[in-house]
């Protein structure tokens, strides 16, 4: 039996996890499943607890499920993974874990996924989407069939049982959540990594989402027998994104929107790194190129990401139509690769007000009211007259939204826009094809 006075103390904590976003909640509710004791530490205030995945749309990847069977969707695990593997591209040493993680990833969105989240209290809207179609081969990019299940509740609603267990978790003592907690390195003994260091910020009280200080007031250590990073990507961070940017899409936009918080700065990346984690694919990343400003920005360079239908005409800055497959909702780095190559950083959406009624949708929790609220009174306003109230206010309010009565007036507005760069291609195109009602445009941007 050791001797009490000399044995080291247990440790306090089984796990100690960097990062309260969605990976983070869902690996802390798994381990207070397992009745493990949990440290987790953020470096945003309380008010941002969930990190990105509030303001998502929540809409998951699941094969062959029972909505897509009622709208009559033939999927099926083999086509998923040619899908995947399409995709994805693995043509690198590095893929080996990449291939397992998808293989792994794609059995148990064909498997128990759907239960699994059923059983936490998930349901799913019975309208499933169809993102990211690709090129239209069997064996290349995108998906061959609807895959978007859209969750009901959106963002909000696919964290909700997470939080919900991890507040009993730490109700019931097993879970410490330590706002205010910028993890700064990991301690690593004998090869292993065995807790964190960091510092502790000064109280904020900035509101969700929007940037809180960095004012270091303290420092903290923490140590576990397990440590998980779970610090989400690198898109608020634009320097980092255009060090890592792959040469196969040209220069970076001079020009770029954020689709996530300034929190997602990738800071934590380089410190795991530096810590002897082999980070792989840094290139491989993932821009939508349908950006546009929002007019009530949470963060700095608010991008919010249009859902387009397939109706809308697109336009290079100069006015080139984009060539097929690249319509809205197609393949987002193949028309980035496009757009880059053109040499501008901006393209157009050319639509009509019936278009923005029927099919233009935007992502992300705020921007759906109906589905994240559950209110099926403002869902039902969907299928009536107008466009949706948020898609509205975009289009009186967006910075890069040009309404106009006639194709002329439209074409000075894209011009005043985009002074150097709109031609009259684009008027002849606009001017063939017969636009009914009221056109209008937006310019969208690449949003990371
Ligand atoms: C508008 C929008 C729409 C989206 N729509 C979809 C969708 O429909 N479907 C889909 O699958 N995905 C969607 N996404 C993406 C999805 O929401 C994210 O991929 C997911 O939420 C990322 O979760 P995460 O926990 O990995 O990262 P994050 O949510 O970024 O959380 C990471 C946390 O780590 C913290 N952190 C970072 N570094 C440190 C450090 N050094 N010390 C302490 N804390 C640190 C951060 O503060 C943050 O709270 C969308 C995202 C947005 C913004």
Partial sequence: MADPTTAPAPAEFDAVIVGAGLSGLVAAAELVDAGRRVAILDQEPEASLGGQ????????????????????????????????????????DDDEWGRR???????????????????????????????ERGQGRAIGHGNSVPRFHITWGTGPGVLEPFVARVRAGEAAGLVSLRFRHRVDELIVDGGAVVGVRGSRLAEDEAVRGAPSN???????????????????????????????????????????????????????????????????????????TE????????????????????????????????????????????????????????????????????????????????????????????????????????KQHGADFVVADTLPELLDGMRRLSPTACSTRASSSARSWRATGRPCTSSPRTCS
Wanted: charged share 20%; aromatic share 10%.
């Fill in 53 to 92: 995945a509030v303001w998502s749309f929540g809409g998951l990847f699941l094969v062959d499920s029972p909505e897509q069977r009622r709208l009559g969707v033939r999927d099926s695990l083999d086509l998923a993974r040619q899908d995947w593997l399409g995709t994805a591209g693995f043509d690198r």
């Fill in 101 to 131: 993680w998808a293989e792994a990833y794609l059995e148990f969105a064909a498997g128990e996924k759907r239960a699994w989240l059923r059983g936490k209290g998930l349901r799913f809207f019975p309208v499933v989407g169809w993102a």
């Fill in 291 to 394: 950006g546009i400003a929002n007019w009530d920005p949470v963060w700095p360079a608010h991008g919010i990401r249009i859902l387009p239908g397939p109706s809308s005409m697109w336009f290079d800055a100069a006015g080139q139509r984009l060539p097929a497959p690249l319509f809205p909702g197609f393949d987002t780095l193949g028309t980035l690769e496009h757009l880059m190559r053109a040499g501008h950083d901006h393209s157009w959406f050319v639509l009509t007000q019936r278009i923005i009624e029927k099919e233009f949708a935007l992502s992300g929790s705020e921007q759906n009211p109906d589905l994240t609220n559950k209110d099926l009174r403002l869902l039902a306003d969907r299928i009536g007259s107008g466009a949706p109230g948020p898609v509205e206010a975009f």
């Fill in 214 to 288: 960095r004012d270091v007031v303290g420092d903290f250590e923490v140590r576990a027998p397990a440590v998980i990073v779970a610090s989400g990507g690198i898109g608020g961070n634009h320097d980092l994104v255009r060090s890592a940017w792959p040469e196969r899409l040209g220069t970076p936009p001079a020009h770029m929107l954020s689709g996530v918080p300034a929190h997602v700065d990738g800071r934590m990346l380089g410190i795991a790194e530096a810590s002897g984690a082999r980070l792989v694919n840094g290139d491989r990343m993932w821009h939508y």
